[in-house]
């Protein structure tokens, strides 16, 4: 039987993925969370065979969490359930060490795939997505590459950027200074070859929910 720990800040979130998986004899939730700090706390008591968690929630730093997660817990499997778009977090999220990437737009049938695949060892990403970063029809010059190029760091600055927050949220969000945000933000202009701001973020949007 696989164990899990479920962290969302969203109590029905919780218990919609709870109530999904009691259906299931071969799961077990072991705690429900719903902060960085109770999510740490209950993986040294008690480590699962996998976390499913949400990536934005309180005390969690985004996808650079995981990093973390994976340092101590090396062994833990993790599958983010996560309400931001896939095409920017995914990939990411897979390569700071989790093992699957759901967006919460997607049906119970395929988070139950993607759950068994992770409970199994395995790495699971969206067919479609695949598809779309693994096409021969995807140039340097266009807008998906360039956001591949980007680091997790300017991901998480360029998401808060589309979302209207200013320097200063930005740096009290990620833990910075706000002349390092300034200097992301200089970064993210010219990896994404625009020229001002307001291009940026709505290059940001549009590619987000395109």
């Known amino acids: 039987m696989t164990s899990i720990i ?3 800040h969203h109590p029905m979130m919780r218990k919609g993925i709870s109530c999904l998986l009691k259906k299931n004899a071969n799961y077990t939730i072991i705690d429900k969370v719903n902060n960085g700090e109770e999510m740490f706390k209950s993986l040294r008591k008690q480590l699962p065979d996998v976390l499913v968690m949400e990536i934005d929630m309180p005390q969690v730093n985004g996808i650079t969490v995981l990093r973390t997660i994976k340092a101590e ?9 996560s309400c931001h778009p896939e095409e920017i977090y995914a990939l990411r999220s897979i390569k700071s060490g989790a093992s699957a990437y759901v967006s919460k737009t997607a049906s119970t049938k395929l988070f139950t795939k993607a759950l068994k ?10 067919d479609d997505l695949t598809t779309t970063f693994t096409s021969r029809n995807v140039g340097e010059s266009s807008v998906l590459s360039r956001y591949k190029k980007l680091s997790s760091r300017e991901i998480e600055v360029l998401n808060l950027l589309s979302n209207g927050k200013r320097n200063k949220d930005i740096a ?15 970064r993210l202009l010219k990896k994404l070859k625009v020229d001002n701001l307001a291009d940026l973020i709505h290059q940001s949007r549009m590619f987000q929910f395109s």
């Not at 817990?73 to 359930?81: A, G, N, S, T, V």
């Not at 910075?176 to 200089?186: A, D, F, G, L």
């Open 117 to 126: 695949k992770v409970s199994k060892g395995g790495v699971y990403l969206n």
């Open 6 to 8: 479920i962290a969302d």
């Open 73 to 81: 817990f090396p062994e833990l499997k993790i599958l983010i359930y």
């Open 172 to 186: 009290n969000a990620l833990e910075i200074n706000e002349k390092t945000v300034s200097t992301y933000k200089t």
